[in-house]
């Protein structure tokens, strides 16, 4: 702007016929036809913002927006049409930063609470951010322990992992990802987007394990019909939640972010569970007074014996309300009420023992490298360690339509 208010009139043309681009409903990007992401973040409520050109896809599922309808300021400054990167700044050290969503435009950074430019913002990158190049190709927060202290990430070419403590910036050699258009951190994992392509990635070390990279449309973008949605969003309840070897989750036992009904793939089991829990390569999903045992793969196949009744299996009167193992254990831990028992999976008979009282009963759990999470009714609450859950701290209360369905609600 500052071009065209010094009298360049070609400039200013420039810039109008740039506008009428963004506003020409043929130029509206359609998530679902496989398009490249610029940035990707989530705001302080959790809920994913997709950066495409110049518009904002918020949730998982919806039509675009014009990016400058949500953050009036990117368009004020600079007519670029696009987002470099993006992140939500989790820096607990510091609570007047803490919670921030941070864009990267070019040279500059912008800053945002609450939806609403911060003071002093924009600033240059190298201001805030000595030692990061300009025009990056993406970004993600990474807080500690996930990352050795509170730290980003950022994605050009090469990699640097930025220490918010001391300034230090530290090369790294992800050798095994891909170039990263966009980067993601979702529910204590990170995700590296390149075309319309994602894997998941360590933070710490880049590395990539499992079958990837897979299709972004599959997991991150709802192109169902919309009364699908509908009923998935106001119900936004889960009978049982795990998370197989590699990490991903089965939620009413399904893939990552993606409903289907039961039936499709554990056809024995034909509908609702009251338990999921993942031990060694199976999957083990528990209804009525039954456990069924599948071998997980692109097709999942009942292991040989089952179903086998829930006493025969784990020892304890059916039904259950919700399971879960770690992976460094051989028991499984079954919630039955307010109660939790220890299943040892290798004896060759099994009992439910060491009775304990949990902080409030579940109706679904998971235990993940990163501690237990317990869904109870529309929320859920993660415990760092499976000590905390026989504490009276109260740990913070995460809403599951918006977190782990990613409605918009």
Excluded at 24 to 46: F, H, K, L, W, Y
Excluded at 116 to 135: A, C, F, Q
Excluded at 179 to 193: G, L, Q, V
Excluded at 334 to 342: E, P, R
Aim: hydrophobic share 35%; with cysteine.
């Amino acid at each position: 702007r500052a071009a065209a208010a010094a009298g360049d009139p070609s400039t200013h043309t420039d810039n109008q016929k740039l506008l009428t681009k963004w506003r020409s409903p043929a130029a509206v990007p359609d998530r679902c036809q496989g398009i490249e992401m610029d940035a990707v973040t989530v705001n302080e409520d959790g809920i994913p913002y997709f950066f495409h050109s110049g518009f904002l896809f918020k949730g998982f599922h919806g039509a675009a927006e014009r990016a400058n309808e949500t953050f009036t300021e990117l368009d004020e400054h600079q007519h670029l049409g696009h987002v470099d990167a993006a992140f939500r700044l989790h820096y607990e050290d510091h609570p007047t930063e803490h919670n921030n969503i941070i864009f990267f435009l070019d040279t500059q950074i912008f800053s945002y609470y609450q939806h609403k430019l911060e003071g002093g913002y924009p600033k240059n990158i190298s201001e805030v951010y000595p030692g990061i190049p300009d025009h990056l190709d993406a970004a993600v927060e990474c807080p500690k322990p996930e990352c050795e202290e509170d730290s980003v990430i950022f994605f050009k070419g090469e990699i640097f992992h930025f220490n918010f403590k001391t300034k230090a910036v530290e090369m790294k050699e992800f050798t095994s990802m891909p170039n990263c258009t966009s980067a993601f951190r979702f529910m204590e994992h990170y995700y590296c987007f390149h075309g319309h392509n994602f894997s998941k990635f360590d933070p710490k070390t880049g590395e990539v394990h499992g079958r990837y990279p897979k299709e972004a449309r599959d997991f991150f973008m709802r192109c169902s019909n919309d009364h699908v949605e509908r009923e998935r969003c106001s119900r936004a309840h889960l009978d049982a939640i795990t998370a197989d070897n590699e990490g991903d989750m089965f939620k009413e036992v399904n893939d990552t972010l993606k409903v289907e009904p039961i039936e499709l793939t554990f056809k024995e089991v034909k509908s609702d569970v009251d338990a999921a829990f993942t031990f060694k390569d199976d999957l083990y999903l528990v209804k009525d007074e039954h456990v069924f045992a599948y071998r997980v793969g692109e097709n999942h196949t009942l292991l040989d014996g089952y179903p086998k009744t829930v006493k025969e299996e784990l020892g304890i009167e059916g039904p259950i309300d919700s399971a879960f193992s770690c992976d460094e254990h051989q028991h499984v831990h079954v919630v039955k009420g307010q109660l939790m028992y220890d299943v040892d999976m290798a004896a060759s008979e099994r009992n439910a023992t060491n009775e304990r009282s949990i902080m409030f009963p579940s109706d679904a759990a998971m235990c993940g490298p990163r501690g237990v999470t317990l869904v109870k009714g529309n929320h859920f609450y993660h415990f760092d360690t499976l000590k905390l859950l026989f504490s009276r701290a109260v740990p913070e209360r995460h809403q599951v339509s918006l977190e782990l369905f990613g409605c918009d609600h």
